[in-house]
């Protein structure tokens, strides 16, 4: 599904959210933009999260620390440094406004040496969120993102997580594809409620995020 970018503003952002529609251009160099509403959808069971004997050891290494909006600018320059992106300028400041009206959010891995090592942004709306994009600068950093996105994704109410498209890597976390019917039924109910991606969880320690993990991968309402 394709359209013309005339006009796109923050507020028309979150109304094709609410439709089950985003936005991508073909390049970062290429100004225009496009709407896609994809006939499978990719989306992440929150309880259905794959966390690999290999991710499990990264994760209680401990030689990084996670925070969430910290570097909302960083994560999103990040996730547009590659070859092949279509995060354009426009699209860039789009989700910057969101951010900055609370829409937008962030979740940042870092270093021990504090560098910005991987990360992955996406938009909140609802008890929906739609994720865009992740980075990785350092081995796994963008699974341990990943892992501690759909933590707090559980902790603070969401029912959605909407990957947009299924890739083999987010397969061999768990994601899966639905149709599109399906996905626009689940979005519908997930705008429905309230979830809060800010509240506080007070729970960032690695044996908490993967305890919580374990019980809902053994819940009797586990769909992963």
């Not at 991508?24 to 499978?40: K, N, T």
């Not at 498209?165 to 599109?180: C, K």
């Amino acid at each position: 599904m394709k359209d013309t970018d005339d006009g796109i503003t923050p507020e028309l952002l979150l109304q094709a959210y609410m439709s089950g529609i985003f936005p991508m251009a073909e390049s970062r160099d290429d100004p225009e933009l496009f709407w896609v509403d994809p006939r499978r959808r990719g989306v992440f069971p929150l309880d259905g999260f794959h966390i690999s004997r290999s991710l499990r050891r990264a994760l209680k290494r401990g030689d990084y620390s996670v925070t969430t909006d910290r570097d909302f600018t960083g994560v999103l320059e990040g996730c547009a440094d590659r070859d092949e992106t279509w995060i354009n300028d426009e699209i860039a400041e789009l989700y910057h406004a969101l951010h900055d009206r609370g829409h937008a959010h962030s979740l940042e891995v870092w270093s021990e040496d504090g560098q910005l090592v991987g990360g992955v942004y996406g938009v909140a709306l609802g008890r929906a969120f739609f994720g865009e994009s992740m980075f990785s600068r350092r081995r796994n950093a963008s699974k341990i993102a990943l892992a501690w996105l759909v933590d707090r994704l559980a902790l603070c109410g969401y029912q959605l997580f909407d990957t947009q498209f299924l890739t083999p890597h987010l397969a061999s976390l768990g994601a899966m594809e639905i149709p599109r019917a399906r996905y626009h039924a689940e979005l519908a109910e997930a705008l429905r409620g309230a979830a809060d991606f800010t509240r506080p969880t007070q729970r960032q320690e690695i044996g908490g995020l993967l305890a919580r993990h374990d019980a809902r991968q053994s819940s009797p309402q586990s769909t992963g």
